[in-house]
């Protein structure tokens, strides 16, 4: 059975930067493509970032980009969200979550993780 563990979250002042980790166990991992999502207290949650199972192609949601990388290293079952110039509404929980083609709609991800909590203070 697959499953995707989010760390890496924390409590950090506006301008800096947080590592996430995305851990999957299981097999299969190098098969699937892995997208990134967050969710504020109030709001739905939204598309952040995804990336393919080759790591080539990449999609941001526009409030990210030049901010945020997504990354993977199949050999280790992990994907990854690098996050500089962190702003205070960038506060939520980040959530893990793999899909079988390219969509930033969240109904086509599966296996979603416990998600890990990002808080940025001004």
């Known amino acids: 059975q697959v499953q995707l563990v989010e760390s890496g979250g924390g409590l950090v002042q506006a301008g800096a930067s947080l590592r996430l980790s995305c851990a999957a166990s299981?097999?299969?991992?190098?098969?699937?493509?892995i997208g990134w999502f967050r969710q504020a207290p109030g709001k739905e949650r939204e598309f952040v970032a995804a990336?393919?199972?080759?790591?080539?192609?990449?999609d941001y949601a526009d409030f990210v980009k030049g901010r945020f990388t997504v990354s993977r290293d199949n050999a280790k079952n992990t994907a990854y969200l690098q996050m500089n110039s962190l702003k205070p509404e960038d506060t939520a929980v980040y959530y893990c979550a793999r899909a079988t083609f390219r969509t930033t709609e969240s109904r086509n991800y599966g296996y979603w993780g416990q998600g890990t909590q990002v808080t940025v203070s001004s």
């Open positions: 990336i393919s199972w080759s790591g080539v192609d990449t």
């Open positions: 299981g097999r299969s991992f190098s098969s699937y493509r």
